[in-house]
């Protein structure tokens, strides 16, 4: 697919606040990255979906996995996002607190909710690909709390009314 970026799109797209979750996986060795992607399909039956560069080292294992685990991360969290973020850190060290949750996937702790899905779709676009998940699992964090948001480059905080 070749096209024209339309002048100005990066800009706009800055201008559009998205939460912050990370989508980990991998039963043997973990694999995890910062997703601001992630939006609901639907509630009946209850789909989720988020994009993954294909370049991401993370891809090989997103590519073939039954389950993935979609952490959305608090407000509190940026130190959280910005490792996932980064290529080649060691995400899964002991300052990140994550675990194995029942069904094996890595899981991190202090997230606002965690879903397991099970990709049903898995759509090359461009360099990316669009992976649309059927939601298994739902585990509610702490109530009270707000979400991280990713706005204009930079991570920020709700505030509330």
Not at 52 to 68: D, F, K, L, N, P
Request: hydrophobic fraction near 45%; proline fraction near 6%; glycine fraction near 10%.
């Amino acid at each position: 697919m070749t096209t024209t970026v339309p002048e100005g799109l990066s800009v706009a797209l800055h201008q559009h606040a998205k939460g912050v979750a990370v989508v980990t996986a991998g039963l043997a060795t973990p694999v995890g990255f910062c997703a601001t992607s992630l939006a609901p399909v639907s509630i009946d039956p209850p789909v989720l979906s988020f994009a993954i560069s294909t370049r991401s080292a993370s891809w090989a294992v997103i590519e073939t996995a039954e389950h993935v685990s979609v952490n959305l991360l608090a407000d509190d969290q940026e130190d959280v996002a910005r490792a996932f973020s980064r290529p080649g850190a060691d995400k899964f060290g002991q300052e990140t607190r994550w675990y194995r949750d029942s069904a094996g996937l890595p899981a991190l702790h202090g997230v606002l909710s965690r879903w397991r899905i099970a990709p049903v779709e898995r759509v090359r676009v461009g360099r990316s690909a669009l992976v649309v998940g059927l939601v298994v699992d739902v585990e509610r964090g702490s109530p009270g709390r707000l979400p991280l948001v990713h706005y204009d480059g930079g991570y920020g905080r709700l505030a509330r009314a």
